[in-house]
């Protein structure tokens, strides 16, 4: 059974007024951060900086992916009330041991300081990743989706876009202040679709951010074999990267990328490459 979701969408961004480099008055759009703290069970767990978009599916997907509840059964409401700031989760049945759980915090590098509870690493080992295949000319596509795709970041910068594919088809975009806000929307998006839960076996992970070893795991947990970016990738992502057996694609832009890790995943054509050449 889906659990209950209140719908409480805030405006995304707010106009003000700047002075350019003129000196001249002007009015802009800047994306309109806000607090958001959580409660599970009437226990406060921790406050996200989000800009509103799908409160929700975000908090759905941070439980998620912080593997505080291993289905989406396990949840019987998510309450936003934007007036004191706070998303209220009722829970079934509780969450067992949630202090010890939740008490190793790590702040991370992403954009609106993420954090996670627990062991970065404590469960990379444990994830297999199904096989999956991306051919060039769908990952040229994802690029050009993206690209033509409205957005807050068109309007006012300042945000992370991240999308879920399939091959070529966009599923579903979410923005926010963080990389990390909009791909646990995305995990929350896939945990609230009806039927069969949805899979990430056939699916690719794309995101404007780069591929830190947080988005790394975060997408494998979510069964995604493949992630793209069109930025680079980090170090310690790599290294997930290559542990996990992911494929991870940076520098995604127009006709151009760099397959990281995993390339047997990717079905290389260099000829569409070669045929853009100036």
Same mark, same amino acid.
């Given at each position: ?34 607090? $958001?703290?959580?409660? @599970? #069970?009437?226990? *406060? !767990?921790?406050?996200?900086?989000? /800009? ?6 975000? =908090? ?59 062991? $970065?690493?404590?469960? @990379? #080992?444990?994830? *297999? !990743?199904?096989?999956?295949?991306? /051919? ?6 994802? =690029? ?82 493949? =992630? ?51």
């Amino acid at each position: 059974m889906l659990p209950y979701l209140t719908q409480a969408r805030a405006p995304l961004t707010r106009e003000v007024s700047v002075i350019n480099e003129f000196g001249e008055t002007d009015t802009v759009s800047i994306p309109a951060e806000r607090a $958001l703290t959580v409660y @599970v #069970d009437k226990r *406060e !767990l921790v406050t996200l900086m989000t /800009l509103g978009a799908h409160p929700e599916l975000l =908090v759905l997907g941070f439980l998620r992916n912080q593997r505080l509840v291993a289905s989406v059964d396990e949840v019987e409401s998510i309450t936003v009330d934007w007036e004191v700031g706070a998303a209220a989760v009722k829970t079934r049945q509780g969450i067992s041991d949630i202090e010890a759980r939740t008490a190793k915090r790590v702040v991370t590098t992403g954009c609106g300081q993420g954090s996670v509870f627990g062991d $970065l690493m404590a469960e @990379v #080992d444990n994830i *297999e !990743l199904p096989a999956a295949t991306l /051919l060039q000319s769908e990952l040229y596509g994802i =690029v050009n989706a993206i690209r033509v795709q409205e957005t807050t970041y068109k309007s006012s910068g300042s945000v992370h876009g991240c999308a879920l594919f399939q091959g070529a088809e966009m599923r579903v975009f979410i923005e926010d202040v963080g990389r990390h806000n909009a791909l646990d929307t995305i995990a929350g998006w896939m945990w609230m679709q009806p039927g069969e839960p949805m899979t990430g076996a056939d699916k690719v992970f794309y995101t404007t951010g780069r591929l830190t070893s947080e988005m790394v795991i975060k997408s494998a947990q979510m069964g995604v074999p493949i =992630v793209v970016s069109r930025s680079g990738i980090t170090q310690m992502g790599l290294d997930v990267a290559q542990r996990l057996g992911l494929c991870a694609i940076g520098r995604a832009t127009n006709k151009r990328f760099l397959c990281y890790n995993g390339v047997e995943r990717l079905a290389l054509q260099p000829e569409l490459a070669r045929s853009s050449a100036v």
